[in-house]
């Protein structure tokens, strides 16, 4: 056997060891992580919200494809509530749907809204329009569980900041865009799009420099585009919110 031949030098198996012991101190402090958050979450929210963490809204097992769910425990009255979608920044390239917890729990704690956070992947990962795919498909998900949690799919409002911003109002712009759509889920032949919009600080024209005085390209951009836009005019085109606008918009808030 190949493998029982091989002789590896003691500084070669301590430096392997190493390695294997350095990984699995990350796995643990990432788990450990988690834990903190959602006790967190339960100890703040827990009496008045039913959080449900980490669903998974793509059919994959990526936590980047995971949406975090919260309901309220007592509702104002029976009727399907409207939700509110977050999706966070972090310019295409870092950020976590952690970020907006307290503020989707804090909108459920009232009685009166369901809310989301829904992570996506990152442009380290894939690049332009994996990030739009995965935001169309948590919110096919929503629509595909909305009477299993007595949601109403024809009121979802969605917002972000910065990179999210970005998203937030493609979504409400782009809703039956082929190209946009993707075809993660199990919920592909239900729509993607939302009620309204609220875009803090994000940006509308890909095409252009991002940066006040900036010459050159924004480098969040370029990652996200997978290189230089004036050679990905196309994808920075269609990365565009301002590409979509039309006169009967949904309302967009910036």
Not at 187 to 197: E, I, K, R, Y
Not at 198 to 223: E, F, K, R, Y
Request: glycine fraction near 12%; aromatic fraction near 6%; hydrophobic fraction near 40%.
């Amino acid at each position: 056997c190949v493998m029982n031949s091989l002789r590896f030098s003691p500084t070669l198996k301590l430096t392997l060891l190493l390695g294997a012991l350095v990984a699995t101190g990350a796995v643990a402090q990432e788990k450990n992580k988690a834990a903190a958050f959602r006790e967190d979450l339960e100890k703040r929210f827990g009496e008045k919200v039913d959080i449900r963490l980490n669903q998974p809204y793509a059919g994959t097992t990526n936590t980047f494809q995971m949406l975090d769910l919260y309901l309220p425990k007592q509702r104002v009255d029976n009727q399907p509530l409207p939700v509110v979608v977050h999706i966070h920044g972090g310019g295409w390239v870092n950020g976590s749907r952690t970020g907006y917890a307290s503020q989707a729990a804090g909108l459920a704690a009232t009685g009166k809204y369901a809310a989301i956070s829904v992570g996506y992947r990152l442009s380290g990962e894939a690049k332009w329009p994996a990030q739009i795919h995965d935001c169309k498909a948590a919110i096919r998900w929503l629509r595909g569980h909305a009477k299993e949690f007595n949601l109403a799919p024809d009121h979802i409002g969605a917002t972000g900041g910065s990179a999210g911003g970005h998203l937030v109002t493609l979504l409400g712009l782009t809703g039956g865009v082929k190209e946009l759509e993707g075809s993660l889920g199990e919920f592909t032949a239900l729509g993607s799009g939302v009620t309204c919009v609220v875009n803090v600080c994000g940006p509308t024209d890909m095409t252009t420099v991002l940066i006040p005085g900036a010459t050159t390209d924004d480098p969040a951009v370029s990652g996200l585009l997978g290189g230089p836009v004036r050679d990905r005019l196309d994808q920075a085109k269609q990365a565009s919110p301002l590409t979509y606008v039309t006169a009967s918009a949904v309302p967009i808030g910036v």
